[in-house]
């Protein structure tokens, strides 16, 4: 149990265009699921805090316009990266945790921007 | 915001020996694990441990959490152990309840 699916797990666009990623969470429901960025050969930082229902909220220095997120349903967040730039090239990863069964985070497969 | 440092960040061993990864943290954890990451990116959860003491095959893992710290053991090290292993942590002490990632231990197992 506790499985959590990114999509996609690689994509490739050009600059100016806008990305969105999927990350489900496939046999529970998730009121919050968290959102990181892994710079090459660097640690995840979290960048926001996705919430059913509600705003997301962002960590500090996290552009909200360029990193839009919905949560519309308790098993999907989507992050959608508004004007891509190759700065924004990055690999971007989701986790949710399982309410009611303590802090242990389960993390979705990842997904590698990639933005020419 | 809590700090989290693992040690070493570089570690070459040969095939079969074992090793020891720490990782410190400076404050109050609800949340400790311990990840691999694949060559493709994915996080494999090794160990969810705030505290305790956990062994899953060659892996063991401890958290003295009044101490601030954890250890994640690996015995007889084999070549597909080589990869990065995270430490993760969560505070207990309110904000946000996302997790806060050591840099990782870089670990290469020689054949």
């Known amino acids: 149990g506790a499985v959590v699916s990114q999509h996609p797990s690689r994509v490739i666009c050009k600059s100016g265009t806008s990305v969105k990623i999927e990350c489900r969470s496939l046999?529970?429901?998730?009121?919050?699921m968290f959102w990181y960025r892994q710079f090459p050969k660097q640690s995840l930082m979290l960048m926001a805090t996705?919430?059913?229902?509600?705003?997301?909220?962002?960590e500090q220095g996290v552009e909200k316009d360029k990193f839009l997120i919905n949560h519309a349903s308790l098993t999907l967040s989507t992050l959608t990266v508004t004007s891509a730039h190759p700065e924004d090239s990055s690999f971007y990863i989701c986790?949710?945790?399982?309410?009611?069964?303590?802090?242990?985070?389960?993390f979705g497969q990842g997904t590698r921007l990639t933005v020419v | 915001g809590i700090q989290v440092e693992q040690s070493p960040p570089d570690l070459i061993l040969q095939e079969g020996a074992n090793s020891t990864l720490r990782c410190n943290f400076s404050d109050s954890v609800n949340n400790l694990q311990w990840f691999h990451q694949n060559p493709w990116g994915q996080l494999i959860n090794l160990f969810y441990i705030p505290s305790g003491t956990k062994q899953n095959g060659r892996l063991s893992a401890t958290t003295v959490a009044t101490e601030r710290y954890s250890l994640l053991y690996i015995s007889s090290s084999q070549t597909t152990d080589s990869g990065v292993y995270f430490c993760?942590?969560?505070?207990?002490?309110?904000?946000?309840?996302?997790?806060?990632f050591g840099k990782g231990t870089h670990l290469i197992i020689q054949p």
């Open positions: 993760a942590v969560g505070y207990s002490g309110g904000g946000a309840d996302g997790l806060t």
């Open positions: 046999d529970f429901q998730a009121t919050t």
């Open positions: 986790s949710a945790r399982v309410p009611g069964h303590g802090t242990e985070a389960f």
């Open positions: 996705s919430n059913e229902g509600s705003k997301a909220t962002y």
